[in-house]
């Protein structure tokens, strides 16, 4: 591959690996062909590990990246070659790495067209030009997803803290397409440089602000006193955006749509905050005549018509098109601090809107009765992962699985289990299963066949989020359960609230008179999980120990502690 004019392959080899760049030789379809040292040692990884595998398969999922690998393509093979930041997964670490990839003129006329891959990784770089390019978007200068993302999760964790409100504004400018394309893109960009210049010089000193790419920026205001205060900033936005602005002597005039969501109330983490904020934004863009305003992000916004409908159609698609993953959140059992199971997390990564969590499509998928299919790909999942991490070394471990009511109510149900069971290998007495209150409540008889059959498979059973529904004390008594899942509802105010304590401490003592297992959802601090330690609680789960992870880094995380 390396032939050369001066004959001397080996030249170019020894080059090929020791500059100080990494680099990849992939075909047209992104498979990689050559990879050179130093692109192995930076992802810690072995040349078989990567030859022969896509490019995409290395690019961290949840880091979103400005533009997707469809458009990386697109814009390839149209001859240009494409610059940007994607953040690489090795084996142990992620690197944020500044990335040119060039077509290269085919060795000869019948071979395929190759691609050269070349990238520096930019977060160890001491030189602050470098890490600027990791960092912050070239045209805009204002911090890019990665660090956005990076810079909002810290603020949340000081929110959680210290208990103060973050505004999140999504916003989107209206006409700017219009404008690039009637003026051409030398005008676009000069325009979306001055709308960053007016962003910023309108936001305060706490405030984070991000370019996510096209007309989109972010803004997260930190530490506002009430929810609707970024209602007013939101304001101060609009009004400095539609300001006219002066472009190659041309005035030209904006508008824009902005989406608001508010930390706590709309969400606790990144994904969730941005895409609360995200479909505010598109409900007011799918307006027929966009105007200059903002919206505030509602619950019922996942269920407005138009975005509904487009969430629907996807969602129909989505299993086809292998978009579900599953996370999993380690339990820990509070006495040896070692984890004893993991729940399996849906998430649907959405081609456009990243992440979703289940809260925002699993009402949807019920009602559309999606979630049955996607209910079995889930558990499916979920014990082909737990099987596989037996075969690994990985002590065997308990795996819960979330069970929707609906799929609680399918009259085969348990010929469903059964076949997972047989089919995946796993040890029934491995996978519990989660189902909330309502299940039970609304048709108590049937509820119990049910439970009494999935017994009978030898599947534990969990009620999840106790203590938020009606199911009564006596009736839970007669039914075959195993565990308690105590709703992180009662959690959030520990050790503060004294009425939390008490009902907390009366749920425990219930448990134990009723031999069932407590787990604590929702642990997040430290001061919560020192209360619960002087309590009878078994277990516990929460973000204080370690958010839902990826199978792939739950498998490390549970490697490290086999050699604890
Ligand atoms: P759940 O079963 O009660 O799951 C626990 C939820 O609490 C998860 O949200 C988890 O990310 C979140 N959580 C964990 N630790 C903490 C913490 O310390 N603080 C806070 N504030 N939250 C914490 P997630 O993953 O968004 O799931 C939400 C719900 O969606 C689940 O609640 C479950 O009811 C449902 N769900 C998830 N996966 C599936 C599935 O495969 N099938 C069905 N039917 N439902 C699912
Ligand atoms: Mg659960
Ligand atoms: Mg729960």
Redesign the pocket.
């Known amino acids: 591959m390396l032939e050369t004019r001066f004959g001397s392959a080996q030249l170019y080899e020894t080059i090929f690996h020791n500059t100080r760049e990494s680099i990849l030789i992939t075909d047209g379809q992104g498979k990689i062909l050559l990879a050179n040292k130093i692109f192995l040692a930076q992802l810690k990884l072995q040349e078989q590990e990567v030859t022969g595998k896509k490019l995409k398969e290395f690019v961290s999922p949840t880091h979103k990246i400005p533009s997707s690998f469809e458009q990386i393509w697109a814009s390839l093979r149209s001859k240009k070659s494409w610059q940007g930041d994607l953040c690489i997964r090795g084996k142990e670490n992620l690197s944020p790495l500044h990335v040119c990839i060039k077509p290269l003129a085919a060795p000869d006329p019948i071979s395929r067209t190759l691609y050269l891959f070349s990238a520096r990784d930019i977060s160890l770089a001491t030189d602050t030009v470098d890490r600027s390019l990791a960092y912050f978007d070239q045209l805009t200068a204002l911090p890019n997803r990665f660090l956005f993302k990076k810079k909002l999760e810290h603020a949340l964790e000081q929110g959680k803290r210290f208990q103060f409100n973050i505004g999140l504004l999504y916003i989107n400018l209206d006409n700017f397409k219009y404008i690039n394309k009637s003026y051409g893109y030398r005008a676009g960009d000069e325009l979306l440089m001055q709308v960053s210049r007016r962003l910023e010089t309108s936001a305060r000193k706490a405030d984070i602000l991000g370019y996510f790419g096209g007309d989109e920026f972010v803004v997260a205001l930190v530490n506002i006193s009430l929810p609707r205060l970024a209602a007013t900033i939101a304001n101060r936005f609009l009004v400095k955006i539609s300001l006219p602005f002066l472009v190659q002597q041309e005035k030209f005039n904006l508008g824009a749509s902005i989406g608001i969501s508010v930390f706590p109330s709309d969400g606790?983490d990144y994904e969730t905050l941005v895409n609360s904020a995200e479909t505010a934004m598109h409900s007011l863009k799918d307006q027929p005549e966009p105007e200059n305003s903002y919206r505030f992000f509602q619950q019922e916004m996942n269920f407005d018509s138009s975005i509904r409908l487009r969430l629907e159609s996807d969602l129909r698609k989505a299993l086809d098109k292998e978009e579900f993953e599953l996370f999993f959140?380690p339990i820990v059992n509070l006495k040896s601090q070692r984890i004893s199971g993991l729940?399996?997390?849906?998430r649907w990564r959405h081609p456009q809107r990243g992440l979703v969590?289940?809260?925002q499509f699993?009402p949807i998928a019920e009602e559309l009765g999606l979630?049955i299919p996607i209910?079995k790909w889930?558990m499916q999942s979920a014990c082909r992962q737990a099987y596989a991490w037996q075969l690994m070394g990985i002590d065997p471990l308990e795996i819960s699985?979330?069970?929707?009511q609906i799929?609680f109510r399918d009259k085969d149900l348990l010929g469903k289990i059964k076949a997972i069971i047989t089919e995946t290998g796993i040890d029934p007495s491995l996978l519990q299963i989660?189902i909330t209150e309502s299940s039970i409540s609304e048709g108590v008889q049937a509820a119990v066949a049910v439970l009494n059959g999935l017994k009978d498979l030898g599947v534990k059973i969990a009620i999840?989020?106790f203590g938020t529904g009606t199911s009564s004390l006596g009736t839970l008594k007669n039914l075959p359960v195993d565990t308690l899942k105590l709703d992180?509802s009662f959690i959030r105010s520990l050790p503060e609230s004294s009425n939390d304590q008490a009902i907390v401490q009366a749920i425990l003592s219930l448990g134990k008179i009723m031999d069932l297992k407590v787990i604590a959802?929702?642990?997040?601090t430290r001061e919560q999980l020192e209360f619960l330690q002087g309590t009878k609680c078994d277990a516990y789960?929460?973000?204080?120990f370690s958010h839902?992870l990826p199978g792939k880094e739950i498998a490390e995380l549970l490697q490290n502690e086999i050699l604890k």
């Open positions: 606790s959140q729940e399996a997390l849906l969590a289940p809260n699993i979630i209910g889930a699985v979330n069970l929707s799929q989660e999840d989020d992180k959802e929702g642990i997040e789960q929460g973000f204080y839902p």
